[in-house]
């Protein structure tokens, strides 16, 4: 990530960042702001969100859907050059398949290093996760012990797995008001587990209190796949 001749002069950096970098004002979307704030979205129905900043550092927050079928809670500390994440959540799929998510990860912001390719500000992000839930399994006809199903016949399957992910969130600032945002990755972990996502965007700051967004993204994993398309507003108390 950073050019080995750097080293001593990012450590230097590290120890005078707090009052140079993350005092300035941050984006409304920026992942590494710690804020209180409520929001309202639709994605094939309403969720509500909600984050509050304990202190200067330190943040909760937490969203929901209409039906509290899906939901996350999670927590944020904020530190030098970045933000460390922890976050539980469920996700629902089709045929009664869900997966219940535990992760803890980082969010760095490259501006702090100067580097802000096209005017973007990219947020790398990395760290540990496990997924438990059911997954939907086909039957192989070898395998069948009742003898009322049929082989291409699927079965909901307890399932787990530790693993890592990685990827990068980005915030592109096209007006005062206007900003785009995209953001990709990946995951693996033990059990042949595997997925990756991948969205974008577009934000529009209506005051230094409200904002509003509709976004899109993709996902694909062992448990299943998710198209969704996400309008949303939020406001801003601090």
Same mark, same amino acid.
């Given at each position: 990530?950073?050019?080995?001749?750097?080293?001593?002069?990012?450590?230097?950096?590290?120890?005078?960042?707090?009052?140079?970098?993350?005092?300035?004002?941050?984006?409304?979307?920026?992942?590494?702001?710690?804020?209180?704030?409520?929001?309202?979205?639709?994605?094939?129905?309403?969720?509500?969100?909600?984050?509050?900043?304990?202190?200067?550092?330190?943040?909760?927050?937490?969203?929901?859907?209409?039906?509290?079928?899906?939901?996350?809670?999670?927590?944020?500390?904020?530190?030098?050059?970045?933000?460390?994440?922890?976050?539980?959540?469920?996700?629902?799929?089709?045929?009664?398949?869900?997966?219940? %998510?535990?992760?803890?990860?980082?969010? +760095? &912001?490259? =501006?702090?290093? *100067?580097?802000?390719? $096209?005017?973007?500000?990219?947020? /790398?992000?990395?760290?540990?996760?496990?997924?438990?839930?059911?997954?939907?399994?086909?039957?192989?006809?070898?395998?069948?012990?009742?003898?009322?199903? %049929?082989?291409?016949?699927?079965?909901? +399957? &307890?399932? =787990?797995?530790? *693993?890592?992910?990685? $990827?990068?969130?980005?915030?592109? /600032?096209?007006?005062?008001?206007?900003?785009?945002?995209?953001?990709?990755?990946?995951?693996?972990?033990?059990?042949?587990?595997?997925?990756?996502?991948?969205?974008?965007?577009?934000?529009?700051? +209506?005051?230094?209190?409200?904002?509003?967004?509709?976004? $899109?993204?993709?996902?694909?994993?062992?448990?299943?796949?998710?198209?969704?398309?996400?309008?949303?507003?939020?406001?801003?108390?601090?």
């Amino acid at each position: 990530m950073k050019k080995k001749l750097l080293a001593s002069t990012l450590l230097t950096m590290t120890l005078l960042l707090p009052a140079l970098s993350f005092a300035q004002e941050k984006h409304h979307d920026d992942p590494t702001k710690i804020v209180t704030k409520l929001g309202v979205g639709y994605n094939d129905g309403l969720t509500f969100s909600g984050s509050i900043g304990l202190d200067e550092v330190r943040m909760i927050n937490a969203s929901i859907d209409e039906d509290a079928s899906e939901w996350r809670i999670g927590g944020s500390w904020l530190f030098d050059i970045g933000i460390v994440n922890f976050n539980f959540s469920r996700v629902d799929y089709e045929n009664d398949v869900y997966k219940n %998510n535990y992760s803890v990860g980082t969010f +760095i &912001p490259l =501006s702090i290093f *100067g580097f802000t390719p $096209g005017g973007w500000q990219i947020f /790398p992000m990395a760290g540990y996760n496990y997924n438990d839930g059911n997954q939907l399994t086909e039957k192989n006809a070898p395998t069948l012990s009742i003898s009322n199903f %049929n082989a291409g016949d699927f079965v909901l +399957i &307890p399932s =787990s797995s530790h *693993g890592a992910y990685l $990827g990068a969130f980005g915030l592109k /600032p096209l007006t005062e008001n206007f900003s785009l945002i995209a953001l990709a990755g990946g995951m693996a972990g033990s059990n042949s587990y595997s997925g990756y996502w991948a969205g974008g965007g577009l934000s529009y700051k +209506i005051n230094n209190q409200q904002s509003f967004g509709i976004f $899109g993204i993709i996902s694909d994993d062992d448990y299943g796949q998710r198209n969704d398309i996400a309008i949303s507003y939020s406001y801003q108390f601090n």
